[in-house]
Structure formats: structure tokens, C-alpha cells
């Protein structure tokens, strides 16, 4: 991503589509990963990327609170206009507590995107095979 960081521009567009947004709002990224959404949001969008992974952290992400877990998030109920979670929670066996937690943290009128690959696809084989062995912070 460092040495080609449009290489993921159409999934990075693809989530970011159904949302409208607007200067001033609170974008959440979870898991952020290398924080690699924080460039593609527009003007004035406030990028809050919670990554408890620390391999990433020296990546560009930043948890809100250091060294945090996943679960429960690091922000206060209500704080978010979206949240948007990209290619990450395919490694969470219960995503129930996952969902709960965003709930909590969207503003009443506020937006949850999901975009990840289906276990067992040539998709998730790629990224958990491949992309995995050959990268020192995994996919």
C-alpha cells in the first residue's frame, strides 16, 4: 500500500458509496488496518480508525485509546455518523458482539458498511493464502 496506494481504490470507493458525506462528520473504520481509508474520505470528514492489531499501528492507523482490543469499541455511545469495517471481520468467529457495539456507537440516524470476502472463496483463499505469507502484516 506504501509503494502503490491506489492499488485498492475501487473497494476503498465501493464502501464509501452508499454513504453521503459531509464536512464535519464521524467516520469510524474498524478494523482500519494501515489506516489506508482515512486518504480516499472527502474534505472535511473526520476519520476516528480504531485498529487494535499492533503491527499496524506503525502503518498509519491509530486506535483511540492505546493498545485497546477490538471489543468494545473505544468510542462513547452515539459519537458516530458511519461506520465502515473493510476486509476485517471475516477473522471474528461471533460477530454478534461486533454488530452490538456498532449499534452503540452510531448516532441514531447513522450508517453501518460492511464489506469483507466470504469464507471459502478464491477471494478469501488469496488474502488468507498469498497475501498472508508474503506480508509481514498479513492482509
Known amino acids: 500500500m506504501r509503494r502503490y496506494p ?7 470507493r465501493q464502501i464509501l458509496e452508499p454513504l453521503t458525506i ?5 467516520i469510524g473504520d474498524v478494523p482500519a488496518g494501515g489506516g489506508y481509508l482515512h486518504a480516499h474520505l472527502p474534505p472535511g470528514a473526520i476519520w476516528e480508525g480504531h485498529e487494535p492489531c499492533a503491527s ?12 485497546h482490543p477490538l471489543l468494545p469499541l ?10 465502515v469495517s473493510l476486509a476485517g471481520i471475516h477473522h471474528l468467529e461471533d460477530k454478534t458482539g461486533l454488530f452490538a457495539e456498532v449499534g452503540r456507537v452510531l448516532k441514531p440516524a447513522g450508517i453501518f458498511v ?19 505469507d508474503h506480508n509481514s502484516t498479513g492482509h
Open 114 to 132: 460492511l464489506s469483507d470476502v466470504a469464507e471459502g472463496t478464491s477471494i478469501a483463499r488469496f488474502l488468507d493464502g498469498f497475501v498472508g
Open 74 to 83: 473505544p468510542w462513547p455511545d452515539h459519537a458516530l455518523d458511519a461506520v
Open 56 to 67: 499496524f499501528t506503525n502503518h498509519g492507523a491509530v486506535s483511540t485509546i492505546e493498545n
Open 6 to 12: 491506489q492499488a485498492r481504490l475501487a473497494e476503498f
Open 22 to 26: 459531509k464536512s464535519g462528520m464521524h
